[in-house]
């Protein structure tokens, strides 16, 4: 499965920017996607994932500012984020998972978002 991302890029405190992911080349199928991201010297965490079913879950720090969504025909989401904050400086990455038994986790190559004045 490849995962191809675009968006990221560098923007100022309280601006925009939207994320979007493409899966493609899966066999059994893409239940699950999100994003997670990893600032310098911290360990990746999840920012949100979104199932099939459109069922959501974004961390603490992503509530009410940002917003996923997928659209299950073409296999991508996409990641809406608002008001961002210097500490959303992170690289992105994009997830995909498949429920087999075990499951089967993709991700990205990763897109640098730097917030910045």
């Known amino acids: 499965v490849q995962l191809q991302a675009s968006g990221g890029g560098l923007v100022q405190p309280g601006e925009s920017l939207s994320l979007s992911c493409a899966a493609s080349?899966?066999?059994?199928?893409?239940?699950?996607m999100g994003w997670y991201r990893q600032a310098p010297g911290k360990q990746r965490e999840l920012v949100a994932a979104i199932t099939s079913g459109g069922s959501t879950n974004y961390a603490d720090s992503a509530k009410g500012r940002f917003t996923i969504s997928r659209d299950n025909a073409k296999n991508t989401v996409f990641l809406q984020m608002n008001n961002l904050k210097p500490e959303d400086t992170a690289v992105y990455y994009c997830?995909?998972?498949?429920?087999?038994?075990?499951?089967?986790?993709?991700w990205g190559r990763g897109t640098l978002v730097t917030v910045s004045s």
């Open positions: 997830n995909a998972v498949s429920r087999t038994s075990p499951p089967l986790w993709y």
């Open positions: 080349g899966s066999k059994f199928g893409i239940d699950d």
